[in-house]
């Protein structure tokens, strides 16, 4: 069974930083990503990792780093210079084989998801 635990969320101010992690069991995915959805919006791709590549959304780039350590089967994502418009819910997801560059992004690339860790981001 593929289980995918986020955790690390929470309140801070802006201008602050968090780090997120997902653990994952039952699988060693080699694609992986970070996305994010705000109350009354659609899910958006935040940041992807496949075979050691990277890529981010523009609204993250310079501010969030996405990284995997194998030896753990965790993904993370650090998040720096946080806004208020980084409110919303942080998923992860994954996907067993090689996931193209360019849709790192698209949450129809991913089977496998986690449950959610809230980040809060005031002014």
């Known amino acids: 069974q593929v289980q995918l635990v986020e955790s690390g969320g929470g309140s801070v101010q802006a201008g602050g930083s968090l780090r997120l992690s997902c653990a994952v069991s039952g699988i060693s995915p080699y694609s992986m990503g970070w996305f994010r959805q705000a109350p009354g919006q659609e899910r958006e791709g935040v940041a992807g990792f496949v075979g050691g590549w990277t890529t981010y959304a523009d609204s993250v780039k310079g501010r969030f780093t996405i990284s995997k350590d194998n030896s753990k089967n965790t993904l993370y994502l650090q998040m720096n210079s946080l806004k208020p418009e980084d409110t919303a819910m942080y998923y992860c997801?994954?996907?067993?084989?090689?996931?193209?560059?360019?849709?790192?992004?698209?949450?129809?690339?991913?089977?496998?998801w986690g449950q959610g860790t809230q980040v809060t981001v005031s002014s």
């Open positions: 997801a994954a996907a067993a084989g090689r996931t193209a560059l360019s849709s790192l992004l698209k949450k129809e690339a991913f089977p496998y």
